[in-house]
């Protein structure tokens, strides 16, 4: 083992901040999990057509153009997490999100407004993904310094396992929206109250933040730094290039899958032809055994490093997404879903969070957050938002429902040789 890089306090902070910290980046993703989870509605409300799959095709392009602009808010404000600290630039992101998740739900729709309705869409989307784009370095790098070296793999753990519960909660939602509505009235009002539920939730994730410590130590090179020109501020993630390349590579993987399981309601709606109320159940599904996998992967990697518990369960992954996505295709009954669709989400889960922790500790404080916001961006920007459009596409044009399987399996290929080629960074244990 190498010895990871740590700028970490002598003093870790305790686990209920930390806690807050991803609480708040949980919050964050439940509206991006919404949308998606929603956008056959949303895409009738906005994006009116006579052919329901350009409709839906529409709504997952403007899904996918908030993405657009998540390396630029990661250029923007992860270094400011490196030059003002962790927290301001924190509390910054969670107003953004704020900010766009009410615009969103209050937007009126197309026939009442007409074209400036899928403009106001597109707009919130914008302002959301360049929050999103600087929300992650920042929690991140807070995360890495709150936590004692021997359990940073499972304080980092909680980056993901609260996105999930964001998923669980906007699948919980979106089951009883399913439940209890028409088809009608999820297209009119439905998803806005799902959307409304996540905008409730700001006030108090921004005092929550607000009463954060600070991790980034006043010594630290750039704390009291003024703000470089952009050429400067990528230039000084230069030395760390292999590490930003493999992290990439990595991460596409992983965004490639998230994204496909996150998905899988719009999968089983639109391809599978299921009711809503089953294919919102996937999502619970989704969110319920991604916190246990998660956390437990973090667990796994602070015990036995963090390329085993990245790699074994990778290639168990890759050789299960053909059969389960066959079983999904073929099911007569939602254990046969349900059950196949568990086996994507735990590998997944355990092969994913290695990763995060893998880039973060091989980062300085001086520049992690930044990095970190800006090689997380570039992979989702380039693949997360358009995943769900390019699987649409594929599915269209090939008349397969296992085309999502082709892939994710050639993603998760790529993965795993970056997984391979990146040095071991778990902290060397001292007898």
Request: proline share 7%; aromatic share 10%.
């Amino acid at each position: 083992m190498v010895q990871a890089t740590s700028d970490t306090p002598r003093r870790s902070i305790p686990l209920r901040f930390v806690a807050a910290v991803f609480l708040g980046n949980g919050l964050a993703f439940y509206d991006f999990l919404t949308f998606s989870y929603f956008s056959v509605y949303i895409g009738r409300t906005f994006f009116p057509s006579h052919d329901p799959w350009l409709s839906l095709l529409a709504s997952q392009a403007t899904f996918w153009i908030g993405f657009v602009m998540r390396p630029v808010g990661a250029v923007v404000l992860g270094p400011m997490g490196d030059r003002k600290g962790r927290k301001p630039a924190m509390l910054l992101t969670f107003f953004l999100l704020g900010v766009a998740i009410l615009g969103m739900a209050l937007t009126p729709s197309y026939a009442a407004i007409g074209p400036a309705a899928p403009v106001l869409v597109i707009l919130f989307r914008l302002v959301q993904g360049f929050a999103l784009g600087g929300e992650v370095g920042p929690t991140t790098a807070y995360m890495a310094e709150a936590a004692p070296p021997e359990r940073r793999g499972f304080y980092l753990s909680l980056q993901y396992a609260t996105q999930d519960c964001a998923t669980l909660l906007a699948g919980l939602v979106g089951v009883a929206l399913a439940s209890g509505l028409s088809d009608a009235q999820l297209e009119h009002w439905g998803w806005r109250v799902a959307l409304l539920i996540g905008a409730s939730i700001v006030p108090f994730g921004l005092w929550m933040r607000s009463r954060l410590p600070e991790t980034l130590a006043p010594s630290a090179p750039q704390a009291e730094a003024p703000r470089a020109p952009l050429r400067e501020r990528l230039g000084s993630i230069r030395p760390y290039g292999r590490v930003i390349v493999l992290g990439i590579l990595m991460l596409t993987a992983g965004t490639i899958g998230s994204y496909t399981i996150g998905n899988m309601t719009t999968y089983a709606l639109s391809t599978l032809k299921l009711s809503a109320a089953v294919s919102f159940g996937l999502t619970i599904v989704n969110g319920l055994f991604s916190i246990v996998t998660e956390a437990g992967s973090g667990w796994l990697c602070d015990r036995f490093g963090r390329k085993p518990v990245m790699i074994v369960p990778g290639v168990l992954l890759l050789v299960s997404i053909f059969p389960c996505f066959w079983v999904m295709s073929h099911a007569h009954n939602l254990w046969q879903l349900y059950g196949a669709e568990t086996v994507l989400v735990a590998f997944a889960g355990v092969s994913s969070v290695p990763v995060i922790v893998a880039i973060t500790e091989q980062l300085p404080a001086r520049v992690r957050s930044g990095a970190v916001a800006i090689v997380y961006a570039l992979a989702i920007s380039l693949f997360g938002g358009s995943t769900s459009s390019v699987i649409t596409l594929l599915i269209r044009f090939t008349g397969s429902p296992l085309a999502p399987a082709w892939y994710w399996s050639i993603a998760m290929v790529v993965g795993l040789v970056a997984m391979v080629l990146i040095p071991e960074s778990a902290p060397v244990k001292r007898k």
